[in-house]
Nanobody, 118 residues
Framework: QVQLVESGGGLVQSGGFLRLSCAAS????????MAWYRQAPGKERELVAR???????KYADSVKGRFTISRDNAKNTVYLQMNNLKPEDTAVYYC????????????WGQGTQVTASS
């Protein structure tokens, strides 16, 4: 089992910044990816950013150039630096950890609210 604990959400004005953290504990393999998803009211959950064990990153087009994902393998922690936040970034942000091609070994955090006011 793996536990994911997110922190860092909150309320900011448009143009502001936040940094999310997600600490993983439990049975963690070295070749895992870590990712951030978000879900706004009435919308489906969508991928925001992803980083694999090699440090390769992937971003949603809507956040490229504003958000940066990083990870500290020694601490089993993934971060999401969010700059120039916009009202459309308002959502619950979820941390995700898993292995490619393994639907069983896949875990989610409880979510943290991010609100960017206009």
């Amino acid at each position: 089992q793996v536990q994911l604990v997110e922190s860092g959400g909150g309320l900011v004005q448009s143009g502001g910044f936040l940094r999310l953290s997600c600490a993983a504990s439990g049975r963690i393999f070295s070749n895992v990816f870590m990712a951030w998803y978000r879900q706004a009211p009435g919308k489906e959950r969508e991928l925001v950013a992803r980083i694999d064990s090699y440090g390769t990153t992937k971003y949603a087009d809507s956040v490229k150039g504003r958000f940066t994902i990083s990870r500290d393998n020694a601490k089993n922690t993934v971060y999401l630096q969010m700059n120039n936040l916009k009202p459309e970034d308002t959502a619950v942000y979820y941390c995700n950890l898993g292995k490619d091609n393994d639907p069983v070994y896949n875990y989610w955090g409880q979510g943290t609210q991010v609100t960017a006011s206009s």
